[in-house]
T-cell receptor, first 118, second 113 residues
Framework: GAVVSQHPSWVICKSGTSVKIECRSL??????MFWYRQFPKQSLMLMAT?????????EQGVEKDKFLINHASLTLSTLTVTSAHPEDSSFYIC??????????????FGPGTRLLVL | GDSVTQMEGPVTLSEEAFLTINCTYT??????LFWYVQYPGEGLQLLLK?????DKGSNKGFEATYRKETTSFHLEKGSVQVSDSAVYFC????????????FGAGTRLAVHP
């Protein structure tokens, strides 16, 4: 149980286009989903926290107009990288905290999406 | 600021060798400490955790002790297997109601028969 999927696992796009990444909790409901980004040989960095039905909370330095997050249901959150540029190339990972975990202490992670912007 | 530093990989070992992956942290207050493991093609999974000083987390033969005096949480296993090959992430969660996880860069472990 507690599986989180991401789609796509790999995406290559041209500079200036937008890319949508989906994060789904397959066998549980998640009130809170987290989006992370990892550059090569660096730490996973939290980008934003999204709660179902409300606006995402972005970490300092993350452009909310560039990284659009939608958490429309208890099993799906999407991250859209708008007008992507080569510097946005990275590994994007989501995690989900189960509805039953009110303290949000447990996070289940997706396998990640590798984005390459040409 | 709050941060986690772990040893760079890759770490390459023969089966049944002893494993240590170093992790040190900088944080205000009293964080909880975690080790996550990521197998190829899968998401990060919680391996073990410790919530206060001198606590020892353990799972699947892996152990780590929360050392406040040295701000460390080193991961150890007495005898590794090929199936332990993965990327290992050390992380902390701040105290005071924050749910934000702060990760190290990850250490890739390769175990050969």
């Amino acid at each position: 149980g507690a599986v989180v999927s991401q789609h796509p696992s790999w995406v290559i796009c041209k500079s200036g286009t937008s890319v949508k990444i989906e994060c789904r909790s397959l066998d549980f409901q998640a009130t809170t989903m987290f989006w992370y980004r990892q550059f090569p040989k660096q730490s996973l960095m939290l980008m934003a926290t999204s709660n179902e039905g409300s606006k995402a909370t972005y970490e300092q330095g993350v452009e909310k107009d560039k990284f659009l997050i939608n958490h429309a249901s208890l099993t799906l959150s999407t991250l859209t990288v708008t007008s992507a540029h080569p510097e946005d190339s990275s590994f994007y990972i989501c995690s989900a905290s189960p509805l039953r975990d009110r303290g949000q202490e447990t996070q289940y992670f997706g396998p990640g999406t590798r984005l390459l912007v040409l | 600021g709050d941060s986690v530093t772990q040893m760079e990989g890759p770490v390459t070992l023969s089966e049944e060798a002893f494993l240590t992956i170093n992790c040190t942290y900088t944080a205000t207050g009293y964080p909880s400490l975690f080790w996550y493991v990521q197998y190829p093609g899968e998401g990060l999974q919680l391996l073990l955790k410790a919530t206060k000083a001198d606590d020892k987390g353990s799972n699947k033969g892996f152990e780590a002790t929360y050392r406040k005096e040295t701000t460390s949480f080193h991961l150890e296993k007495g005898s590794v297997q090929v199936s332990d090959s993965a990327v290992y992430f050390c992380a902390l969660r701040l105290s005071g109601g924050y749910n934000k996880l702060i990760f190290g860069a990850g250490t890739r472990l390769a175990v050969h028969p």
